[in-house]
């Protein structure tokens, strides 16, 4: 049996309940001698060394230039993969030859794992930027593939028919009847797909790269900072869950228009 939802003032206590109980484990652990605190950071050690990071350099860059470098990564790859996935969804929804042409690649293709992709890129690219945008790209392509592909095939037929009958040509018709239909689908696989190029954003700059978050860590982890690299997974994180807020408010914005 479904439990009732719980109201917004219980919601943000129970979410406080939890993250004072994580802290305040984590500050225990640090503080009780098990291990070094070099090892293992005390959250405020973490804090210091995150507001430091942010204006002194370290690895060449300050935080937010390691940030910046991971961000333009992200975007090239990220809307790679939507100017290829959205287009080619729609292709195979609407033509079965190119759905029968493409699937059994992609079937091959999205279940390596977007990592298993580094040493190719490394090969290819060094540690220039296209290792990380193809890595990015392997990452959040499939989800907005699969996505559009749902979407479209779930559109109501009369709907193709009518247009049909109008006289709209294969064009108009996938994008005036089924993008339109679809994009509930594609926006939802969009926040998928942000989150996959995101993790594999960072996984590529562990090895191909020359700034960037990932980067930094592995420089902090060389420079034995355990303080240094959970600064940077404190900022992986944070930007992670800024990306999902504003792509599920534009997700809530459509479906509010579309009185879903």
């Given at each position: 049996m479904l439990q009732p939802r719980l109201d917004a003032g219980r919601y943000w206590a129970l979410t406080a309940v939890g993250a004072v109980?994580?802290?305040?484990l984590w500050s225990a652990a640090a503080m009780s001698g098990i291990t070094s605190r070099e090892f293992l950071p005390t959250p405020w050690d973490v804090v210091a060394r995150f507001a430091r990071l942010v204006v002194e350099p370290f690895a060449g860059?300050?935080?937010f230039e390691h940030l910046l470098s991971s961000f333009k990564r992200f975007g090239m790859g990220f809307v790679l993969a939507v100017l290829v996935g959205i287009p080619l969804g729609l292709l195979m929804a609407w033509f079965r030859w190119v759905d029968r042409i493409v699937a059994p690649c992609f079937e091959a293709v999205r279940f390596i794992a977007?990592?298993?992709w580094v040493p190719f890129a490394a090969l290819w690219f060094g540690t220039g930027i296209g290792g990380p945008?193809?890595?990015i790209f392997m990452g959040a392509f499939p989800p907005v593939l699969i996505n559009t592909y749902r979407g479209a095939k779930q559109v109501d037929?009369?709907?193709i028919e009518a247009a049909q009958m109008l006289g709209a040509s294969s064009l108009r018709s996938m994008t005036q009847v089924l993008l339109p239909a679809a994009v509930p689908s594609i926006v939802a696989g969009l926040r998928i797909s942000a989150?996959?190029?995101?993790?594999?954003?960072v996984g590529a700059e562990l090895i191909v790269a020359s700034s960037g978050v990932g980067?930094?860590?592995?420089k902090g982890q060389a420079a034995v900072s355990t303080a240094t690299v959970m600064s940077g997974m404190l900022a992986i994180g944070v930007v992670g869950i800024l990306i999902d807020v504003a792509l599920r408010?534009?997700?809530q914005v459509i479906e509010t228009r579309r009185g879903v």
């Open positions: 109980g994580f802290l305040a860059f300050t935080l977007p990592i298993a945008v193809l890595i037929r009369k709907y989150g996959l190029g995101w993790q594999s954003l980067y930094l860590m592995v408010r534009v997700q």
